[in-house]
């Protein structure tokens, strides 16, 4: 069901359209989470012994969620979202794996790069494994969750992964080349701001095809539209700020932000509890 928030409060894919919760009790609190949080780097290997760095931080036993990277890699950002997941009330194991093999991008030229370089059926793979990894270690249930990039291939994931327990993606939906959504085969939470301007992939229009596409599938399933905000709303680091004013998007949206971690944190809750 499509539904719109009731909070008040550089076009990077221009060439390629596919291109109780924890308080922000500060700024300085978000920007130092990723620094002090202690995240584990382990290997994966997928089924075709390829293998990747991933970065692993909550309880041993908790359920799991693969959280997927922005355009820009395994950042302070990602990290910050997936050490606040790791916080969350039921307490989850949250697993970042590196997309890009150690790649960041520190400007949008190399971030587009980056982006323009991904293997997308390769990433899925590396979900599939991140996947299995965690529930071959001790984590019962798994979710995937993703932003931007991330977002487009956690529905995807939804799609092509087999096991997937449910799934929560911000602003991002993947080419029906890679997924068709209306074939999802676990249940589906999406976020988008409702100005965001990235035609075909996270705009208003986007998520509302997507929200047909899974009803077709049969899912449960939740779009929610936030009035007021752009493209990568939940991002709250002072850095992360500084970069989207840098690239013409307006400031943060507080009420929206915990809106959507509450949101997300009921969905995971609901169908990741044993």
Same mark, same amino acid.
Request: hydrophobic content about 45%; proline content about 5%; overall charge neutral.
């Given at each position: 069901?499509?539904?719109?928030?009731?909070?008040?409060?550089?076009?990077?894919?221009?060439?390629?359209?596919?291109?109780?919760? @924890?308080? *922000?009790?500060?700024?300085?609190?978000?920007?130092?989470?990723?620094?002090?949080?202690?995240?584990?780097?382990?290997?994966?290997?997928?089924?075709?012994?390829?293998?990747?760095?991933?970065?692993?931080?909550?309880?041993?036993?908790?359920?799991?969620?693969?959280? @997927?990277?922005?355009?820009?890699?395994?950042?302070?950002?990602?990290?910050?979202?997936?050490?606040?997941?790791?916080? @969350?009330?039921?307490?989850?194991?949250?697993?970042?794996?590196?997309?890009?093999?150690?790649?960041?991008? @520190?400007?949008?030229?190399?971030?587009?790069?980056? *982006?323009?370089?991904? /293997?997308?059926?390769?990433?899925?793979?590396?979900?599939?494994?991140?996947? /299995?990894?965690?529930?071959?270690?001790?984590?019962?249930?798994?979710?995937?969750?993703?932003?931007?990039?991330?977002?487009?291939?956690?529905?995807?994931?939804?799609?092509?992964?087999?096991?997937?327990?449910?799934?929560?993606?911000?602003?991002?939906?993947?080419?029906?080349?890679?997924?068709?959504?209306?074939?999802?085969?676990?249940?589906?939470?999406?976020?988008?701001?409702?100005?965001?301007? *990235?035609?075909?992939?996270?705009?208003?229009?986007?998520?509302?095809?997507?929200?047909?596409?899974?009803?077709?599938?049969?899912?449960?399933?939740?779009?929610?539209?936030?009035?007021?905000?752009?493209?990568?709303?939940?991002?709250?680091?002072?850095?992360?700020?500084?970069?989207?004013?840098?690239?013409?998007?307006?400031?943060?949206?507080?009420?929206?932000?915990?809106?959507?971690?509450?949101? *997300?944190?009921?969905?995971?809750?609901?169908?990741?509890?044993?």
């Amino acid at each position: 069901m499509l539904r719109f928030a009731t909070s008040s409060t550089p076009k990077f894919f221009a060439t390629n359209p596919l291109r109780t919760i @924890l308080p *922000f009790a500060s700024r300085f609190s978000v920007r130092s989470m990723a620094n002090s949080a202690p995240f584990n780097k382990i290997q994966i290997q997928r089924d075709d012994n390829t293998t990747f760095d991933a970065y692993v931080i909550g309880k041993q036993d908790a359920p799991g969620i693969v959280v @997927l990277q922005e355009w820009w890699g395994v950042d302070f950002e990602i990290k910050n979202h997936a050490a606040l997941i790791s916080q @969350l009330s039921l307490g989850f194991k949250a697993l970042i794996p590196d997309l890009y093999r150690g790649k960041v991008g @520190l400007d949008v030229a190399e971030a587009q790069h980056l *982006f323009d370089g991904l /293997d997308w059926p390769g990433a899925v793979k590396d979900i599939h494994a991140s996947v /299995d990894w965690l529930k071959a270690n001790g984590s019962k249930k798994v979710g995937v969750t993703g932003f931007c990039m991330g977002g487009a291939l956690a529905i995807a994931s939804s799609v092509l992964v087999p096991h997937v327990d449910a799934v929560v993606a911000f602003y991002g939906v993947p080419s029906s080349e890679l997924a068709d959504p209306a074939k999802a085969k676990a249940p589906v939470q999406a976020h988008f701001g409702e100005l965001d301007n *990235f035609v075909g992939f996270s705009d208003v229009t986007a998520a509302k095809a997507l929200e047909e596409k899974l009803k077709a599938s049969g899912v449960p399933n939740e779009v929610h539209i936030y009035p007021g905000n752009t493209h990568a709303f939940m991002n709250r680091s002072p850095e992360g700020i500084t970069r989207r004013k840098n690239m013409g998007l307006p400031d943060e949206d507080e009420a929206s932000v915990q809106l959507a971690w509450s949101r *997300f944190q009921s969905w995971m809750t609901q169908y990741l509890s044993s």
